[in-house]
C-alpha cells in the first residue's frame, strides 16, 4: 500500500487548475501528467536541501516558497479572470 498516494495528488491538481481528464486529448493529459510528476520530483530534491540545513533556516524557507507559490495562484487567478471578463 502507498503511504502517499501521488496519483491522488495528480487528481486533485487537476482540480485545482480546472481540467477534467475527459476534455484533454491524450498527449495532453500525457504532458499535464509528466509535468506534475516533474514538478513533484524537484520539490522532493528540493526538501532533501532544505532538510540539510539548520532547524532555524527551514522555517525561513518554508515561509519563502510559501509566499511564492501565494504569489504565483494569485497572479495566475487574476490573469485568468481579467482575460475572461475583457
Request: with cysteine; proline share 0%.
Amino acid at each position: 500500500m502507498k503511504k502517499f498516494d501521488l496519483e491522488k495528488q495528480f487528481e486533485f491538481y487537476l482540480e485545482k487548475v480546472n481540467l477534467k481528464k475527459e476534455n484533454l486529448s491524450e498527449i495532453q493529459l500525457q504532458e499535464t501528467k509528466r509535468a506534475f510528476y516533474a514538478g513533484v520530483a524537484q520539490m522532493w530534491r528540493m526538501f532533501i536541501e532544505i532538510g540539510e540545513l539548520k532547524e532555524e533556516n527551514c522555517d525561513a524557507v518554508f515561509n519563502d516558497i510559501d509566499d511564492q507559490l501565494a504569489i504565483f495562484w494569485l497572479d495566475e487567478t487574476i490573469s485568468t479572470d481579467f482575460r475572461k471578463n475583457n
